[in-house]
């Protein structure tokens, strides 16, 4: 099995900062990519921030500035550092990894795998 597990959601002032990890672990064979979703309520889950293993990332334009994704790649680790947070920041954070796993096999399979999610508040 592969798990993600999330920390370092929480309530913070605007202006405040957090910083979001995500580790992985498991029968992982190589990544292809990890990132970071979030899902305010009633909108849609959309894409924060994204590294792909060549060291590409991509980040949702309303966050360029203010979030920072980075990767420990010896700890299967993703981090999400955001400064200068809003109140429209506020939603559930999730760690996403495009990855290959072992779990049916010897023969790496391509699978996305979720984070349980964490909130991030951004009120005063």
């Known amino acids: 099995q592969v798990q993600l597990v999330e920390s370092g959601g929480g309530l913070v002032q605007p202006g405040g900062s957090l910083r979001l990890s995500c580790a992985a672990s498991?029968?992982?064979?190589?990544?292809?990519?990890m990132g970071w979703y979030r899902q305010a309520p009633g909108k849609q889950r959309e894409l924060v921030a994204r590294?792909?293993?060549?060291?590409?990332?991509n980040y949702l334009d309303s966050v360029k500035g203010r979030f920072t994704i980075s990767r420990d790649n010896a700890k299967n680790t993703v981090y999400l550092q955001m400064n200068s947070l809003k109140p429209e920041d506020t939603a559930v954070y999730y760690c996403?990894?495009?990855?290959?796993?072992?779990?049916?096999?010897?023969?790496?399979?391509?699978?996305?795998?979720w984070g349980q999610g964490t909130q991030v508040t951004v009120s005063s």
């Open positions: 996403n990894a495009d990855l290959a796993d072992l779990v049916g096999g010897p023969l790496p399979r391509r699978k996305d795998y």
């Open positions: 498991g029968s992982i064979f190589r990544f292809y990519a």
């Open positions: 590294i792909i293993s060549g060291g590409s990332i």
